[in-house]
């Protein structure tokens, strides 16, 4: 356990410092990333990613003062608000999601055979344990 948190904790950091360049860090991009669905309510949005509607508004709020999403009245509900991509989020979205670099996140310890199997072992482990869902 204490192997797995210790690698975790540096991919993260490294995960951020590429992220920094776009103004996200790894807990703000989960909602982006959701909203590739399309439109969501807030609501929605903190259901998905298994979180509390307060922590949800606060990464719109900073997603939202860097262009990346767009707050408005839900069309048949007004008390309620969809949240969306603006162009900008979608092009950030793109432009972030470059295999390479990603992979590089994790440095040359590994062949892209061992990449790809690594992978399969981190998604086997997400499922397994408890909270499975939550992330």
């Known amino acids: 356990g204490r192997l797995l948190s210790a690698a975790a904790r540096r991919?993260?950091?490294a995960w951020d410092d590429y992220l920094e360049q776009w103004g996200l860090t790894?807990?703000?991009l989960p909602p982006l990333v959701v909203l590739l669905?399309?439109?969501l309510s807030q609501?929605?949005?903190a259901a998905r990613l298994h979180i509390t509607e307060?922590?949800?508004g606060r990464m719109l709020a900073g997603l939202q003062q860097q262009g990346y999403i767009a707050?408005?009245?839900h069309p048949t509900d007004q008390r309620r608000r969809v949240v969306r991509r603006t162009p900008q989020g979608r092009a950030t979205l793109?432009?972030?999601d470059q295999s390479a670099a990603v992979e590089a996140l994790v440095g040359n310890a590994f062949s892209a055979a061992e990449r790809e199997q690594l992978r399969e072992f981190l998604l086997r482990i997400i499922a397994q344990l408890p909270g499975a869902g939550r992330d």
């Open 94 to 96: 793109a432009e972030l």
């Open 26 to 28: 790894h807990a703000s």
């Open 43 to 45: 609501r929605d949005i």
């Open 71 to 73: 707050r408005e009245r």
């Open 37 to 39: 669905e399309g439109p």
């Open 11 to 13: 991919v993260e950091r």
């Open 54 to 56: 307060q922590s949800v």
